[in-house]
């Protein structure tokens, strides 16, 4: 059978790894490994080898020489072949068949949707257990062959392969822990359900990038779809209304969520997204990336009932009758205004008169006397001002420094200012 054009595999990695150019030297954090020489090619002794092997965006087409893959990465567990121009499945099958401990294999960015994976070929992938077909446009019949054949598989990243729909496997992955289905198009809930089918063990399901609508399924069956879900992420998606987060909880182990960019939220501010979704999952220990204190749930479910307790009641949802259970019903929080006060009320004594005059804090004592002047009937150069604060225990305090600000003094309403003429 004719070779495929193209660089190979075994070139590629001639070229990356001779000492040239990945010279062996010894050290901590280097991972470099230079597998054992008694057998195989003669190259073997010329080549270092890591045991994760980094080949992606090199122009591979085709395997090269087995016998030569099968001595040089005998040790090797993790491979990524991404971005290259692998188009048959044979190719890929000749590699993986001869790396007997792969567990990682990144096939991301190939044309691989251009070949048939046939089971034989599938067979040599068994014992891989993180498989990344990201951009491959793999078909659903392409991932069920895989699936079949990979007894050990526990995470799949199917990003950016344009699914519109899912299609079942007629088997179900039991093994598979997490799944990476990101920027792809699926809207109706009926596809997602087909993956708690699937994926009977699923512990974390990415979503993110998907405009899914709605969760269109009972709490029952959600419980029963994924009875093993922990960890979900919904950045991104379409979900409008606050049923679909209240879905959430039937997930009876879900402990992490991300809703991160949902229409739902838009009107809301950061503070209130943050509050609201935790008093409504009161399983999660962890929203958005972010632990959830304990004291940060208790606030959140009290800001909850707060924010509720103004509605009519056929818009309360019912999870505020399990709080209002839990906290009892709550006063409203007093509205403190912590802004400087802008003015006071004083009283001006001058002589044997008294007058109640309300003045700027933010004025100096020099505008002061400007203000007073047509009060007192006196010049800004003939006046002499004292402060009297209605606590202070010292007497009053003389206002001799012109650019002094009035709100400087602390003065407050009720306080007094005694006005006497400078003498000559």
Known sequence: ???????????????????????????????????????????????????????????????????????????????????????????????????????????????LSLSVLERRCAGSFAGVRKLVLN????????????????????????????????????VCCQSLKLLHITDNNLQDWTEIRKLGIMFPSLDTLILANNNLTTIEESEDSLARLFPNLRSINLHKSGLHCWEDIDKLNSFPKLEEVKLLGIPLLQSYTTEERRKLLIARLPSIIKLNGSIVADGEREDSERFFIRYYMEFPEEEVPFRYHELVTKYGKLEPLAVVDLRPQSSVKVEVHFQDKVEEMSIRLDQTVAELKKHLKTVVQLSTSNMLLFYLDQEAPFGPEEMKYSSRALHSYGIRDGDKIYVEPRMK
Not at 17 to 39: I, K, L
Not at 83 to 109: G, M, R, T
Not at 135 to 156: C, F, G, M, R, Y
């Open 1 to 111: 059978m004719d070779q495929p054009s193209g660089r190979s595999f075994m070139q590629v990695l001639c070229e990356k790894y001779s000492p040239e150019n990945f010279p062996y030297r010894r050290g901590p954090g280097m991972g470099v490994h230079v597998p054992a020489t008694p057998q195989g090619s003669p190259m073997k002794d010329r080549l270092n080898l890591p045991s994760v092997l980094v080949l992606n965006s090199c122009g591979i087409t085709c395997a090269g020489d087995e016998n030569e893959i099968a001595a040089f990465c005998a040790h090797v567990f993790e491979l990524d072949l991404s971005d290259n121009k692998l188009e048959d499945w044979h190719e890929v099958s000749k590699i993986v068949s001869n790396v007997p401990h792969l567990e990682f294999l990144n096939l991301s960015s190939n044309p």
């Open 135 to 170: 951009n491959s446009k793999a078909s659903w019949e392409t991932v069920h062959t895989i699936l079949q054949e990979l007894p050990d598989l526990e995470e799949l990243f199917l990003c950016l392969n344009d699914y519109e729909t899912v299609s079942c496997s007629p």
